[in-house]
């Protein structure tokens, strides 16, 4: 078992388990979406899926949180999101989920 210090707080890395958090930002509804549109065109356009009526793109962030419990590891995100200000609240939305514990292997250890 390490000891690791961070931010003056001594943790135990072997109780703390490792969440897969997922962070999906994009534009708000009312504002264009020049990518979806440009998709769209080509679904439409060259592929004939013409049943396609629209296509929003967003931007995915996967972020591994060592954490003791899955809510910490969502508001150890929550608060490095609003803090660091990795989105613009104004122009975009921003939805944080867990996908739940990862499985460490033995080449983690």
């Known amino acids: 078992m390490q000891d690791h210090t961070l931010r003056g ?17 994009e ?12 998709i769209l065109s080509d679904l439409v356009i060259k592929g004939g899926y013409s049943d396609v009526e629209s ?5 995915t962030l996967k972020i591994t949180v060592r954490s003791p419990s899955e809510k910490k590891a969502l508001k150890t995100v929550e608060n490095l999101c ?17 996908r739940g514990e990862l ?7």
């Open 9 to 25: 707080e001594h943790k135990k890395t072997m109780s703390l388990k490792k969440f897969l958090i997922v962070v999906n930002i």
């Open 27 to 38: 534009n708000k509804i009312y504002l264009p979406d020049p990518e979806g549109g440009t």
């Open 103 to 109: 499985r460490s292997t033995n080449s983690e250890n």
């Open 55 to 59: 296509v929003r793109s967003a931007k």
């Open 82 to 98: 609003s803090e660091l200000r990795i989105f613009n609240p104004v122009l975009s939305d921003c939805t944080i989920e867990s």
